[in-house]
């Protein structure tokens, strides 16, 4: 009987565990969907992060020396190609073009993250999505035992940005030497389309827009412009072009030293001014060297000529009443200008003698440009002087395109090197300071050894951050004729981490030393050639690219 009992219980236990075995199966199955399956989208979301991050690293290294239309080109392809190199599930993964997103990041520094704003002007962040999408290049993940409950594939993506985020010290040195005005004088005529008109009409204003365009006089913003007059000379004349002959030119008066005066002009001129026939017969006829800077005074309209006791046979100085100097005159006076057409310390007429005693707007601007050019003398610094202005205008782009977390100072040189604006986050103070500036504004040497050497005084002194990249923009003619070897203090540079990218401009620049000064502190040396209309572009470009240099990384 107990036998028998033991047998029954014996049978519903086996009973009981097929039962339990019978709803255990699918639970178990189901465990396996969820393990199997599970780690098949762990990892292709794994292979998909990788590949994101991989292409979006790769495309921002390339923006970070090149945001032009064709970097991004360049870009967007190396981003293609490396997602292609990487495979999920053993298969080679694709990317949609439209998932590669340019943009620009912003900096919040009171939560330490990063806001990406889509746009392909100039970027300097890369945000890319790689999908295993229904509908995508690479398809959905493909799934095992969840198809068993109808659900064959998953959907699955990843997204990853990379921006150029690192934190610049930027010491930015200037070139204020006499030379970073040479595209404007006249006595360059034949070998750079100077614009020597603007100077004239941006003398009694305005001052250039920003940017200033150089172009050809009937181009530029000054196209329509009659400029100032100084005394009675207000005509332009002739257009200044490789081909110009002063000779020809009804803009400038040829009123020789020893020798009567016979043009028209001048005779009409002074019979509107009321001068008599005796009195004109005076002006335009003696030969006296010793009265001519008086005479060329009065038919040039600088100075009022009064005869005292009657007589209107020599045009004494105590006679003339000379016309007010103009706004931006400091130091030099009416007669130096006479002086100076007559060829005295005049670069114009020892390299072109026809301009010798040829007095109108032209020769009076570049007297200025030739003569008067430094600041203590004459305030030029609302005209735009090529290629200073244009230089300008760079370091302006140059703020524009740096990021929230860039610091940056202003370093000038010439004979001297002066700290102008200190190393902050307030970094158009720079462009305001240089816009304030001119060439010689102190005085007129090239001395970019000390110029170098100011701005690693500024990235090592106080003001610098510990752990921020340490960077000088030096731009010049390279044209060092004064101080301590560059490449000696570029080498101080290097052994401090500083890197040099070094930009060649204006006549006759020097790029041999340039090229120098940047390979040894492993920078780059950028070149701003052609016309004032070319290199102006140029430079805005160059400065741009610089603004957005900086390591590549991951911000999400």
């Avoid at 639970?27 to 989208?41: E, K, Q, R, S």
């Avoid at 008599?276 to 010793?290: F, I, Y």
């Avoid at 401090?496 to 006759?508: A, D, E, F």
Wanted: hydrophobic residues 40%; negative net charge.
């Amino acid at each position: 009987m107990q036998r028998l009992r033991r047998t029954l219980a014996s049978r519903r236990r086996r009973a009981v565990t097929i039962v339990l075995v019978a709803v255990m199966v699918p639970v178990l199955l189901g465990f396996a969907v969820l393990t199997i399956d599970v780690g098949v989208l762990y990892n292709s979301r794994a292979d998909l992060q990788n590949a994101a991050d991989a292409g979006a690293l790769s495309a921002t290294d390339i923006l970070g020396s090149d945001k032009s239309i064709g970097g991004v080109t360049t870009a967007r392809a190396q981003a293609i190609a490396m997602v292609h190199s990487n495979y999920s599930l053993g298969r080679q993964l694709a990317i949609d073009p439209t998932d590669i997103v340019f943009g620009k990041i912003d900096y919040d520094p009171d939560t330490n993250t990063f806001s990406f704003f889509p746009t392909e002007t100039l970027p300097d962040a890369v945000r890319i999505s790689v999908r295993s999408t229904t509908g995508s290049a690479n398809g959905p993940v493909p799934l095992f035992f969840a198809s068993i409950f109808g659900k064959p594939t998953a959907n699955v993506a990843a997204t990853a940005t990379a921006a150029l985020t690192s934190r610049r010290d930027i010491a930015v040195i200037v070139d204020l030497s006499g030379s970073m005005k040479f595209d404007s004088d006249l006595r360059f005529y034949k070998t750079t389309p100077i614009n020597l008109r603007d100077i004239w009409a941006s003398l009694d204003g305005p001052e250039p827009s920003r940017p200033y365009i150089p172009g050809a006089e009937n181009q530029t913003e000054y196209a329509s412009d009659t400029g100032p007059t100084i005394g009675v000379m207000n005509t332009w004349g002739t257009p200044v072009t490789t081909s110009y002959n002063p000779t020809t030119d009804p803009g400038l008066w040829y009123i020789p030293n020893n020798k009567p005066c016979t043009l028209a002009a001048v005779i009409a001129s002074l019979t509107a001014r009321g001068y008599t026939a005796g009195q004109r017969n005076t002006l335009m006829n003696s030969s006296s060297a010793t009265t001519w800077p008086n005479r060329v005074a009065v038919m040039t309209g600088l100075a009022k000529w009064t005869p005292s006791g009657g007589s209107d046979t020599t045009v004494g100085s105590s006679e003339l009443t000379w016309i007010p100097y103009p706004s931006y005159r400091k130091t030099w006076t009416w007669p130096q200008y006479i002086d100076w057409v007559k060829g005295n310390n005049n670069n114009l007429v020892s390299d072109f003698p026809a301009f010798k005693f040829r007095f109108g707007v032209k020769t009076y601007v570049d007297f200025l440009l030739d003569r008067k050019y430094s600041f203590s003398e004459t305030d030029l610094t609302k005209t735009p002087e090529e290629p200073m202005r244009s230089v300008k205008d760079g370091v302006q782009e140059f703020v524009n395109f740096t990021r929230s977390f860039d610091n940056m100072s202003l370093e000038v040189f010439a004979t001297t090197a002066r700290h102008e604006k200190d190393l902050s986050d307030d970094r158009q103070a720079t462009a305001d300071r240089l816009y304030a500036m001119q060439p010689n504004y102190y005085d007129a040497s090239t001395n970019i050894g000390a110029g170098i050497q100011q701005g690693i005084n500024e990235l090592t002194g106080s003001r610098a951050r510990e752990n921020a990249e340490k960077m000088i923009v030096l731009l010049s003619d390279g044209a060092s004729n004064t101080g301590p070897d560059p490449l000696s203090v570029a080498q101080d540079a290097a052994d401090l981490g500083i890197r040099i990218h070094t930009i060649s401009v204006g006549y006759g620049a020097d790029r041999v030393l340039m090229q120098a000064i940047a390979a040894l502190t492993d920078g780059q040396e950028y070149y701003a050639q052609g016309t004032p209309e070319q290199y102006t572009a140029q430079l805005r470009l160059i400065f741009r690219n610089i603004g957005g240099l900086g390591n590549a990384e991951l911000i999400e």
